[in-house]
């Protein structure tokens, strides 16, 4: 792409979602800085170094391409258990199927609410973390969702939460293309579950910054929709202070192409951080995990999970850095991604990646793919399990080790259901 067209698409990107409605000083200076960033890093491109596994075109395209929305006669995830759901349909926040937003220990309001105040806590976040996750690695689409979007939640913890906060995303249109944006504050010895549910739109661009302050624990739970045709960019950034805890998994089944990022600054000593995912694919699916974690502080643990099955020509990405500081030591960094392989036709592509400076560490990275095990597969045949049951048990005891990584258990269990189910419609 040419310099003059590269910047025609980045200001392209700027005005297709129209412009944001106004807001107050900080919010719009928020907003004008994001859009400045936007417009220093220009559109995402292939002959990016991040982005040369996955073309970004079909995300910075004018429309939103028409995706299908998908019928299911089944619950959705998640729908079991006791939780303040939070409803957004095509982006659109919709009280009417949505709970009170209230709870104790927690304060909710909706991110244009928040934005439109003169003074608010949300000001020390909004854009601050996303600015910061820029760097040493662009993320164009992050700067993109600050600088127009309006939807979205701001929440506060600051007791333990018992129920957690469920964002569901529908759908109504068959072209909607949707930036939604949460701003999440996890105050001192505070603890918090966020739950995320749903396809959202045709084209979905979400960014969440979250801030846990020292000794706070922030659970993340997420499942992608199971739409066919649906593209979504997604991005965390996660500041993380002393002996705090932070997890995150992700279940993605279906979606022409999805791209979950994910940044972590580790700040403060003894504190521990995991980021994992599921992922299920079968024909027209590109499934990219990107991962940059951060160890700036002393005693810290940090674990990369990612498991992906893939058929028909699906591909997988994983592009996961762990980065150690040198005043980190006694840095303890784990990173795993494998996927499974189906068939001769299906791609993975890894981009492992260890930087360190600290000289007292124990860092590890993994990445392998291959074949269902012929040989176990005819040890469980050899004993009366039909081979496309064997084949599914394979799938999910492949799939457990990124499971594992839910500190509840019950929603885990949910998890492996909904796994189980995807395997049996999708059995050779």
């Not at 909710?108 to 806590?121: F, N, P, R, T």
């Not at 890894?350 to 000289?359: C, G, R, T």
Request: with cysteine; proline share 3%.
């Amino acid at each position: 792409m040419g310099e003059l067209q590269h910047e025609n698409a980045t200001e392209a990107l700027l005005t297709r979602h129209g412009a944001p409605r106004p807001a107050s000083d900080w919010a719009e200076n928020a907003r004008r800085a994001a859009r400045a960033r936007m417009l220093a890093l220009g559109a995402a491109g292939r002959r990016d170094e991040y982005w040369r596994y996955t073309n970004p075109a079909v995300l910075n395209a004018p429309e939103a391409p028409e995706a299908e929305i998908l019928q299911l006669d089944e619950a959705p995830v998640f729908d079991g258990f006791d939780k303040l759901l939070i409803t957004f349909v095509d982006g659109v926040y919709q009280p009417d199927l949505s709970d009170d937003l209230s709870g104790e220990g927690l304060e909710v309001s909706l991110l244009d609410e928040a934005l439109d105040m003169d003074i608010h806590w949300a000001g020390e976040l909004f854009g601050v973390l996303e600015a910061k996750g820029q760097h040493p690695v662009p993320r164009p689409f992050a700067a993109l969702n600050t600088a127009l979007a309006g939807q979205g939640v701001v929440i506060r913890a600051t007791g333990k939460v018992s129920r957690p906060v469920a964002l569901r995303y529908c759908r109504s249109e068959l072209r909607s293309d949707v930036l939604i944006h949460h701003v999440i504050r996890v105050e001192a010895g505070a603890e918090l579950t966020i739950l995320e549910n749903g396809a959202g739109a045709a084209r979905l661009n979400t960014c969440m910054e979250v801030d846990v302050a020292e000794g706070g624990s922030f659970h993340h739970l997420r499942a992608q929709g199971r739409d066919h045709a649906r593209l979504a960019n997604t991005h965390i950034f996660a500041r993380l202070g002393a002996e705090s805890h932070f997890k995150s998994f992700t279940l993605t089944v279906n979606g022409a192409l999805t791209r979950n990022e994910v940044v972590i600054d580790i700040n403060g000593d003894n504190t521990k951080a995991s980021v994992a995912g599921a992922s299920l694919g079968d024909g027209d699916f590109l499934h990219d995990d990107t991962i940059f974690i951060t160890h700036d502080a002393q005693g810290c643990e940090s674990r990369q999970v990612f498991k992906k099955v893939l058929k028909n020509g699906a591909t997988g990405v994983f592009q996961g850095k762990i980065l150690v500081q040198p005043d980190a030591q006694k840095t303890d960094g784990y990173q795993i991604s494998q996927a499974l392989l189906m068939d001769d036709d299906s791609n993975f592509l890894a981009k492992p990646e260890l930087e360190i400076y600290a000289d007292d560490v124990a860092c590890s990275h993994g990445s392998t793919c291959g074949a269902v095990d012929e040989n176990a597969l005819f040890y469980l045949m050899s004993r009366g399990v039909p081979r496309s049951e064997a084949q599914n048990m394979m799938i999910i005891a492949f799939l457990d080790e990124a499971i594992q990584e839910i500190e509840n258990q019950a929603m885990a269990d949910d998890i492996r259901s909904r796994l189980i189910g995807w395997a049996e419609r999708h059995s050779a």
